[in-house]
């Protein structure tokens, strides 16, 4: 046993004192990294340069919370993780701004319809701030579970009336928004006159008047294209603040216009989301910051594809979401077994974020498979030989990595290389591969740099470090009992401690230095 740990804590010492050594030129190949995103607006891959580096304004539509978070929910939420972790990770200042939407959005896109969240709070006879609070709450935890990092910023609509509604006046001013009724809206006609709607979504302008027309004169919008900027409450409505034009609720759109902005001001570097947003949402936030300051606030737009179950998207709206808890819990009937909240963020970053995902048990079995496999590699490079020279380029392996994420975040590539370097550590325990002891600590900081600090994936089963570390060394100080139970011949004794050790689903292995264990 004491063996055993001098090997460990020998590794351990020469990892720090290695990451000390290397530190600057780790710090330098990280600052050469050019990132390539993939930009909806032009609809091409362009390198990433911010409006005033090194600080990026990173802005990403969050969660209307009614509801518990979905797998919808997590695919924005871990794929903006990645940006967020990367853009640092290469020496970005960056504020991330993701919004809690707890006011305005409404059951139809049209402006019509019972706002989601009063909805929801007349149902269970709460407020709606209860709703709202509950449900953020569980959005929060579930994310935490998912190792997302919470954003710089986590502004809620609620909290911004004054500011929706000055940027309502101000396109009101510049001539772009009519008030009808006591309500305001985007004159859409009128803007398209002066800047192109439909630039970042394709939408046709054209076909959105023709299909229009008919419907002209049968409610209070000039055209019912025409999108909110201000709601008129009715009496019944419980969320309602004064404005200049009536008692009433902002119009789902403004909030992150004006949320935006505040934050990281009336240019700012990139916008996110779901690719669900595209249309309506994102179109109307870009038409809104035109109308309101002359100047599109958004350098890079980003969206993620969607989450679809036998070919159809995930959503609330459509009833055929699984929830991140049910995955936690396995308790749906759709699954087969529980998932880890690490299998579900593996299973979302082996796909492009661009690319549409669709759910099957099948894949996020194959997902815990590859995580296991990657997990127990990393376990494993201590243990490796050590040789004079080494048979693989470590250092060319660790720029394959960065050329991955580079390459608007290719998280599938990045895994691709991982999964080469488990197989180089697999070669080298059976000596088809040589590895250095500096290169044992660079295939360490490779993963811990990459698997652990940029993808986000943890070692669940050493979740809590303090307890995962004191039920370590309660498994050492039973196997230390065995082999000096096994020195004094007590056969029956040693046999005792592994075979119960081994139902309770321990896989324990002897070796020359003492002793090995992992649960099975």
Same mark, same amino acid.
């Given at each position: ?12 010492? %020469? ?52 509801? #518990?978070? =979905?797998?919808? $929910? ?8 990645? &940006? ?55 959005? @929060? ?7 997302? &990092? ?9 909290? =911004? ?56 004169? *049968? ?17 019944? $409505? ?43 949402? @994102? ?19 980003? $969206? ?27 308790? $749906? ?16 970053? *082996?796909? @492009?974020?661009?690319?549409?995902? #669709? ?5 996020? *079995? ?50 691709? @290389? ?27 900081? %490779? ?7 940029? %993808? ?22 039973? &196997? ?41």
């Amino acid at each position: 046993m004491k063996k055993f740990n001098n090997v460990r804590y020998k590794f351990v010492f %020469l990892c720090f004192r290695n990451k000390i050594i290397n530190m600057s030129d780790s710090i330098e190949q990280q600052l050469e990294q050019q990132l390539v995103i993939y930009n909806t607006l032009t609809r091409k891959k362009e390198v990433f340069e911010p409006l005033h580096p090194p600080h990026v304004g990173l802005y990403v539509c969050g969660p209307t919370v009614y509801g #518990d978070p =979905h797998l919808g $929910h997590a695919r924005p939420a871990i794929t903006f993780d990645l &940006l967020f972790r990367y853009l640092k990770f290469i020496g970005y200042k960056v504020r991330y701004v993701r919004n809690i939407t707890d006011v305005g959005h409404l059951e139809n896109d049209a402006d019509e319809g019972e706002d989601k969240i009063e909805k929801k709070a007349r149902l269970e006879q709460l407020e709606p701030m209860e709703v709202a609070q509950y449900y953020t709450l569980r959005y @929060h935890k579930a994310m935490e579970a998912l190792n997302v &990092l919470p954003p710089s910023i986590e502004p809620r609509a609620s909290g =911004h009336i004054i500011e929706q509604i000055e940027m309502a006046k101000a396109i009101l001013d510049n001539g772009f928004a009519y008030e009808s009724n006591g309500s305001v809206y985007f004159d859409l006609e009128k803007y398209n006159n002066y800047y192109p709607y439909g630039k970042l979504s394709g939408r046709n302008i054209e076909e959105l008047l023709e299909n229009s027309r008919q419907l002209e004169g *049968q409610q209070e919008k000039r055209k019912s294209y025409d999108f909110a900027l201000w709601k008129k409450a009715t009496p019944e $409505h419980i969320m309602k603040w004064p404005s200049p034009w009536s008692k009433g609720f902002p119009g789902w759109h403004l909030e992150c216009s004006a949320m935006s902005i505040k934050y990281l001001g009336k240019e700012f570097d990139i916008h996110g989301g779901g690719m669900d947003l595209l249309f309506p949402h @994102h179109e109307c936030e870009m038409a809104q910051n035109m109308a309101a300051q002359g100047s599109p606030a958004v350098k890079y737009w980003m $969206h993620n594809n969607m989450i679809t179950i036998n070919g159809q998207k995930m959503g609330k709206s459509l009833g055929n979401f699984i929830t991140l808890e049910e995955f936690f819990t396995g308790n $749906h009937p759709s699954l087969e077994q529980p998932y880890s909240p690490m299998t579900i963020r593996f299973f979302i970053l *082996q796909s @492009h974020y661009r690319s549409t995902l #669709d759910f099957s048990n099948e894949a996020l *079995q194959a997902s815990a498979k590859g995580l296991k496999r990657l997990l127990e590699a990393y376990d494993a490079i201590e243990k490796i030989p050590e040789s004079d020279t080494s048979t693989v380029d470590f250092k060319t392996l660790r720029q394959q990595c960065f050329d991955a994420l580079n390459d608007d975040l290719n998280s599938p590539i990045l895994i691709a @290389h991982l999964f080469e370097a488990a197989r180089i550590i697999n070669a080298a325990l059976s000596n088809t591969e040589k590895v250095t002891a500096e290169d044992k600590i660079e295939l360490k900081n %490779l993963f811990d740099d990459f698997l652990f600090a940029i %993808l986000g994936i943890k070692d669940e089963d050493k979740n809590n470090d303090l307890r995962y570390e004191t039920f370590a060394k309660a498994i050492d100080i039973l &196997l230390t009992i065995r082999q000096e139970a096994k020195q004094r011949k007590d056969w029956a004794m040693a046999d005792r401690i592994r075979n119960e050790l081994i139902a309770l689903g321990f896989e324990i292995k002897d070796t020359k230095d003492g002793f090995e264990w992992k649960l099975k």
